[in-house]
T-cell receptor
Framework: NAGVTQTPKFQVLKTGQSMTLQCAQD?????MYWYRQDPGMGLRLIYY???????DKGEVPNGYNVSRLNKREFSLRLESAAPSQTSVYFC??????????????FGPGTRLTVT | GQQVMQIPQYQHVQEGEDFTTYCNSS?????IQWYKQRPGGHPVFLIQ?????EVKKQKRLTFQFGEAKKNSSLHITATQTTDVGTYFC???????????FGTGTRLLVSP
């Protein structure tokens, strides 16, 4: 039982390059999330998927796209990376329901630098 | 939009001293969660509070949810070096499936 896994762990991009961050969970959770964390700051929600087949914008969606590939996998794509997207990216999952809040389980993170 | 603020932003204590972080929401919360993030690590869930005025304890950690359900606190008694990290509170936004995380309190404990 690996929990939430993310690949890659580290990535350096040049401005304008694209890449996809991968996330998978093996807990049969309904909901999945992508956050970014900038130095000394809290977690800001980029996109989330409340259930398989749905995705919604979070607080800071500009410059990103997501795909909920199936119940297990939720990917984050940067189409044209910018230095402002230098950050640590965390994927998380939770049981998710319409009438209750569940704890979120986080992956180990991807440390992305855009030069 | 909904905002969740925490104070202090940073605290440095000597091992054995107590520590408290406070969390304040701009809106009433149906529940509040607390997470801990060790340096270089990822956030890990600690606890969830649901009822107005609720108090829960985990060993040396005491969590409290305010009567108005707009604030919460985490108190650590007799800190240890293993308590080092950043503590975040988080409350649901727009229903129950999204969380808004607080700004976090970074705790440093010197031996």
């Amino acid at each position: 039982n690996a929990g939430v896994t993310q690949t890659p762990k580290f990535q350096v991009l040049k401005t304008g390059q694209s890449m996809t961050l991968q996330c998978a969970q093996d807990m049969n959770h309904n909901s999945m999330y992508w956050y970014r964390q900038d130095p000394g700051m809290g977690l800001r929600l980029i996109y989330y998927s409340a259930s398989e087949g749905t995705t919604d914008k979070g607080e800071v969606p500009n410059g990103y796209n997501v795909s909920r590939l199936n119940k297990r996998e939720f990917s984050l794509r940067l189409e044209s990376a910018a230095p402002s997207q230098t950050s640590v990216y965390f994927c998380a999952s939770s049981e998710g329901s319409w009438d209750s809040t569940y704890e979120q389980y986080f992956g180990p993170g991807t440390r992305l630098t855009v030069t | 939009g909904q905002q969740v603020m925490q104070i202090p932003q940073y605290q440095h204590v000597q091992e054995g001293e107590d520590f408290t972080t406070y969390c304040n929401s701009s809106t009433t919360l149906s529940n509040i969660q607390w997470y801990k993030q060790r340096p270089g690590g990822h956030p890990v869930f600690l606890i969830q509070l649901v009822k107005s005025g609720e108090v829960k304890k985990q060993k040396r950690l005491t969590f409290q949810f305010g009567e108005a359900k707009k604030n919460s606190s985490l108190h650590i008694t007799a800190t240890q070096t293993t308590d080092v990290g950043t503590y975040f509170c988080a409350g649901p936004s727009r229903g129950f499936q999204k969380l808004v995380f607080g700004t976090g309190t970074r705790l440093l404990v010197s031996p």
